[in-house]
C-alpha cells in the first residue's frame, strides 16, 4: 500500500495545516447543533497520522481513529503514547467502506479530502451508510472535500518532488476534467542502509465531487445537508473553491 510507503512525508506535504484552527471550527459548528449535547465520542475517519485525533483527543473527546494505512496508524499511535494521550484513543485499520465501530459516536469528522478517494458514487454511499449507521440521531458528519479549484489550479498535471530524510518522493499528477478525476502516478526511492535506493511505484486516484453531488448523495443515505464553507468563517461554499468543508446531520426515522 503506497501510504504506507509515504507515511514519512505525509506531515510535510501539511506542515501548512492549521490543525488548531480546524478544532475549533468542529467545536463551532458542534456547539450550533441545538439537538444533541456537547459530544463526548467522536470518530476521524481516515484519520492518517493523527494530527486532528490528537488535537480533539488534547480537548478532552474520545476518539476512534480509524484508516487503512498501518504505517500511518503506527505515527499516530506512537505520538499518542509520547503525549499522554494513549488511553484517549482507539485506532482501527479499515477500510472506510467497510469499518466496524464498537458503538456508536455522537460526532463524525473526517479531515484532508479523505472522502475525494473515494472515487464512485458506489464507494462513497458505503461510507456514508456506514458513517450514518455509527452515528446517533442528529450527531453531525464534518467532513471536508477538494473542490474543483483544487483540482484545475492545484492537482492538474503538476509534479512535484519531496525529500524527507534520505528518501525522496516524485508525485506527477494527471487530471481529466471530463470525468473529474485525478490519477497520482507516486515514485518513491527509500534509502537502504548500505546506500542504495530501492524504488517503489503505485497510482493513486481523487474524484471531484460538485456539491450538488455530495447533497444527494448526503440524502440518499439519511443526512440533512446543513451547509458548505470554504472557509472556518462559514463563508458560502462553492464548487470553484479549493477545499470545501460540509457539515451534515444523521436524521434516522422514527427517532
Same mark, same amino acid.
Given at each position: ?109 473526517? @479531515? ?10 458506489? $464507494? ?44 525522496? @518522493? ?6 481529466? $476534467? ?11 526511492? $527509500? ?17 471531484? !465531487? ?6 444527494? $448523495? ?26 470545501? !468543508? ?10
Amino acid at each position: 500500500m503506497i501510504y504506507d510507503l509515504i507515511a514519512p512525508f505525509y506531515d510535510s506535504v501539511n506542515r501548512d495545516v492549521d490543525y488548531v484552527a480546524w478544532a475549533d471550527f468542529i467545536e463551532k459548528v458542534s456547539a450550533r447543533n441545538p439537538l444533541i449535547p456537547k459530544p463526548e465520542l467522536v470518530l476521524d475517519l481516515g484519520c492518517g497520522t493523527g494530527k486532528m485525533t490528537l488535537e480533539l483527543a488534547s480537548r478532552g473527546y474520545d476518539m476512534t481513529g480509524v484508516d487503512l494505512s498501518v504505517e500511518m496508524l503506527h505515527i499516530a499511535k506512537t505520538e499518542a503514547e509520547q503525549v499522554g494521550l494513549g488511553d484517549k484513543i482507539l485506532w482501527l485499520s479499515q477500510d472506510m467502506r467497510a469499518f466496524e465501530l464498537y458503538g456508536t459516536v455522537d460526532l463524525a469528522v473526517s @479531515c484532508l479530502d479523505t472522502l475525494n478517494h473515494l472515487t464512485d458514487t458506489k $464507494s462513497l454511499r458505503q461510507c456514508l451508510r456506514l458513517v450514518h449507521n455509527y452515528l446517533i440521531p442528529n450527531g453531525l458528519f464534518i467532513f471536508d472535500v477538494n473542490g474543483k479549484g483544487k483540482f484545475e489550479r492545484i492537482y492538474s498535471n503538476n509534479t512535484y518532488v519531496m525529500e524527507e530524510g534520505g528518501d525522496v @518522493c516524485v508525485w506527477e499528477n494527471y487530471y481529466s $476534467s471530463s470525468r473529474g478525476i485525478c490519477d497520482f502516478y507516486i515514485t518513491l526511492f $527509500s534509502e537502504c542502509e548500505d546506500g542504495r535506493y530501492e524504488r517503489h511505484e503505485d497510482v493513486e486516484r481523487e474524484k471531484m !465531487y460538485t456539491l450538488r453531488s455530495l447533497k444527494t $448523495s448526503l440524502a440518499e443515505c439519511g443526512f440533512e445537508f446543513i451547509g458548505a464553507y470554504s472557509d472556518f468563517e462559514f463563508t458560502e461554499a462553492t464548487d470553484d473553491d479549493e477545499r470545501i !468543508y460540509v457539515v451534515a446531520r444523521c436524521i434516522k426515522k422514527g427517532i
